[in-house]
Every structure is written in C-alpha cells, then in structure tokens.
C-alpha cells in the first residue's frame, strides 16, 4: 500500500460544468480558473460526452468529481469502476479526483444515492480500507466530501468531524468541503456548526463547494437547485478564513440559469475569498 | 449490529413502500424512486411520450418494482426496460420497438469510437477473402412494426403515424456517425444480408448468400452496392484481406 499526502493546493474559483453550458465554454473563453464535472457523465466508452470534455480540457483545468464510488460500501469498491475511472483520470490528468462520504452500494445493490453512514469504528475501518484501495488504484491522492445527511444513527463512536478529520489522518486523503452540505447536515441533524468547523482539519482543504438548498418534509434538503442562500455564505466566510489556497466553486444541479448568473456567484466567492 | 448488517437494513427500508417512515428516510425513499423514474424517463423520452405519462409512469413502477438497480452508473438501469414493457404490454409490439431503438441509440451514443473506412481509401483487396469490421457503434434488431416511422416523426415533432405491423418482417438499425446516433430502416433483404456479413465478416459468404437469392449478376451487384452503402455509412471500420 503507498502512503499519500492531500493533493498539492490549487488556488482558484470554478464552476460544476454541467450539459447546459457545454456551448458557453466550447465558443468562447469563461472566466473561471477550473471546472468540475461529473466523473461518471465521461466513464464512457466513447463518442460526444469524451470528446467535449477532452475540448473543454485544452482550455481549462478539471477536477473530476463523482458520486458512484460507494466509499463506504461494507463489501468494497467495485474494481471495474476503479479501471473506468483510472482510465479517465490517465487522460484528463485532473486537477483533483474527489467522490463522497457515503455509500450507495451493498450486496449487488447500488442506490444511486449518497446514503449516509454511521461514525463509528468499524465504519472509519471500512472506508479507510476502501480509499486505500481507490488510491493505490488511482495512484493518487482522493478528495472526498462531507455529505449532506437526512438522519443519523444510534451508536456512533465519533462525531462526522472527528470521523473526517480520522480519514483524512489515516488515508493521507484531502477534503473537500461542501458548505451547503455543512447547513444542511447541522439543521436536520441537531450539531453546531462551528463545532463542525473547529473539529475539521483545515490544512488538508483542498476544495470548497457552494450550492443552494430548499426546505422539506420538516427538514432541509440538499437541492443545488436555486443560489447560494445566505446562511450558506456565512459559513463559507467562516470557512475560508481558515483555509489556506483552495479552489471554490458553485455547484448547481437543478433549474440551472445561463452562465452569467452563476459566474455573478462565483464573483461573489471571490470576493470574499479576498477578504478572508 | 454491523456496517454490512446496518446497510444490508437501509436497502431494505429504502426499497419498501411503507406509508409511514420517519421523515429523514422518507427523503432518501423519494430520492432514490424519483432518481429511478427520472432515468427511465430520460431513457426514453419517445415511448414516454407514446405511452403518456400515467402509463409510462405505471410501467416505470413495475419496472422498479422487479428490478433492483445494480450497475455502477444510473444509465444503465433502463437496459432491461424492455422487459418490463413486454410483461406489461405483451401484444403491443410497436412499444417493444421503440423502447429498442431508444436504449440502442443511446448504446451507440457513448459506444467505443472506431475511425471508419473511406471510400476513397480502400485499397485493393481479393474480395473472395476480405472481411468486414463493423463499427462496434452497430445495434440491429428485426422490425415487425412502423415504430421506426414513429420515432422519427416523434423527433421531429411531426404527427406520428398510428402504429402498424408491417407487410414484411423488416429490420431497423442504430449507429453512430461521428458523434451523432442515427437510426435506418432497413429492408428485408438489406437486414438480412447486414446481419449476416457483421456476424460472418466474410465478403465473400456475402457474396454467396445474396446470388443464392438474387442470382448470380444481380446477387454480386447488390453486395457492392450494399459495401458502397455501408462504407459512406460509416458502419466499416476496417476491410482485412486475409482468409
């Protein structure tokens, strides 16, 4: 097994490319330092989805970020998604390859949601072994994200942030921190956020996200389908007054506006990048 | 309880249909129905449209139902829709069509690229021991109905045409020219003889099975004709002289 280190530091302030900007970013330059796109939209065999990324790469850094690795899976990693996106990362020579806290896969079964886990022992055991296995098969450094979560189990040995600081340490993975996710997590699961905050190895940050939620069911729901809301800005102040150089981003899944919209976000993020 | 234990229980709340779950699993349940309906729906946007959406949806249902996603990317989950729509609707051939050509264009979508022949390329060759490569793009199933005519005026948001079996056994096929899927028609004698020279390879057992129909002149004339065709087609993707 290798031993890994987080990723080197990138700077910068980027967007989640998705299907509806493609033309934007193939016709003309985009003011963004990277893009991240879906790892598994290009885990392709071939045709249009692997030609526009390789296009879109000549102009741009990219980050590859996906959502099917089941990290937390109790029977392991799937090794023919690992080939797939060893051979995507060989060509696309990304800027991070980073996947979720999660687990969506168990026994032949794949969910095709981030499921949440319980922080327990075991747990911490399991995905340690898995990213192990993903970084000596990637031959590289993983980023993975703290998920936005809807409830939490009984019995858990640790809290998330000690759970992601433990990973981190353990793996020599870096972290991407979803601050939405943080918001939403903290209200559906009772925590304090700045405990949050205080409890996550800062220096191993690597990549920031920044989406939209909604209100549902009595709980709040991780949507990435409207702008950034005020609660999430706050936390990102926070944030990135203890980060060290990270690459920021907007991620938008759903009822996505035209491009200026959502570079009029970043700018938002870049300026309290400066700030902080 | 261990980490298997727990998520081996999640899978199983998560796929019920119990009324009353706590609020938190009730969100994951939605999201991973509508996550489900959501590909089946993207998958097939034509034979949604056909069917309307209450059927579609009652199918889509069914769907979920007796099959448990199980590949590592969502887009698979609609490959076996067929299925499905055969169980639901077993006299309904022209649905079992159109949900074929839907899954088949999307195959041919992100299928391995292949540099095709070109026609002006082609160097000369013994033809009696040349063998065809076919893009592996190809799909090709039989047709026994119009839902060829269908897809097409669909797409075009033209009206479609009422949905008939056809006079003859025909076949349809899928492929991809550059990076755009397309779908063909194909006659009779044009499906069999495809099906036989991507299976075969062989130009010459081409040759043979068309004479054998046609006649000797009319047989040698029609495969060169169909080569022609296949090339500017873009469906070969390599012409091998050797036994």
């Keep these: ?33 990277f893009v991240e796109v879906i790892s598994e939209n290009f885990m392709v065999d071939g045709g249009q989805p692997r030609h526009i990324l390789r296009q879109i790469r000549e102009r741009h850094a990219v980050a590859l970020h996906g959502v099917s690795m089941s990290i937390g899976s109790a029977d392991g990693l799937r090794h023919d998604y690992l080939a797939r996106l060893k051979l995507l990362a060989r060509e696309i020579d990304p800027l991070f390859v980073s996947d979720h806290l999660s687990w969506s896969r168990i026994a032949g079964f794949n969910s095709h949601d981030l499921l949440p886990l319980p922080y327990t022992e075991e747990a911490l055991a399991c995905v340690c072994r898995n ?63 700045d405990d949050f905050l205080d409890g996550i190895p800062f220096d191993r940050v690597r990549q920031i996200h920044l989406a939209g ?61 400066v700030r902080a | 309880m261990t980490l298997a234990q727990l998520q081996t229980g999640f899978r199983d709340r998560l796929t019920e249909s119990a009324v009353h779950v706590p609020a938190g699993l009730a969100i994951y349940q939605n999201n991973y129905r509508s996550q489900l309906v959501g590909c089946l729906q993207e998958s097939y946007p034509q034979l949604r449209a056909w069917l309307g959406d209450p059927a579609f949806l009652q199918v889509a249902r069914t769907h979920i139902a007796r099959h448990r996603p199980t590949g590592w990317t969502l887009d698979a989950y609609g490959a076996n829709f067929g299925a499905t ?113 991507r299976a075969d390879g062989h130009f010459g057992r081409l040759c043979d099975m068309l004479v054998a129909q046609l006649g000797e002149s009319d047989g040698i004339a029609k495969a060169g004709s169909l080569l022609a065709d296949w090339i500017g087609s873009e469906l070969i993707t390599g012409i091998d002289d050797h036994a």
């Design chain 2, 85 to 197: 729509l055969l169980a639901v609707f077993p006299d309904n051939p022209d649905l079992h069509e159109l949900a074929w050509i839907e899954a088949a264009l999307a195959r041919a979508f992100v299928a391995q690229d292949a540099v095709p022949v070109v026609a002006s390329a082609v160097q000369p060759v013994d033809w009696d021991r040349a063998r065809l490569r076919f893009t592996p793009s190809l799909s090709l199933a039989p047709a026994a109905t119009n839902a060829a005519d269908i897809w097409w005026a669909m797409q075009g948001k033209a009206n479609a045409p009422e949905s008939r079996m056809l006079d003859r056994p025909a076949g349809v096929m899928a492929w991809r020219r550059g990076y755009v899927a397309c779908l063909r028609s194909l006659a009779p004698l044009e499906y069999g003889a495809l099906t036989h020279a």
């Design chain 1, 213 to 273: 939620h909604a209100p549902g069911n009595g709980l709040l729901i991780d949507t990435h389908d409207a702008p950034v809301p005020d609660s999430v800005w706050a936390v990102y102040a926070k944030a990135r007054a203890r980060c060290g150089p990270v690459a920021t981003m907007i991620e938008r899944d759903a009822n996505i506006p035209a491009l200026p919209a959502l570079l009029a976000e970043l700018d938002t993020a870049r300026s309290q990048g």
């Design chain 1, 131 to 193: 990213i192990d296995t993903a970084q000596d098969v990637l031959g590289r450094a993983m980023l993975f994200e703290n998920p936005s979560s809807y409830l939490a189990f009984d019995g858990a040995d640790m809290t998330e942030w000690e759970f992601i600081g433990e990973m981190s340490r353990r793996t020599g993975c870096g972290l991407l921190l979803d601050v939405n996710n943080i918001v939403v997590s903290a209200s559906n699961n009772g925590f304090d956020i």
């Design chain 1, 1 to 33: 097994m290798q031993a890994f280190e987080p990723p080197a530091a990138f700077q910068g302030y980027g967007l989640g490319l998705r299907r509806e900007h493609y033309q934007d970013f193939l016709a003309a330059p985009v003011a963004v330092d």
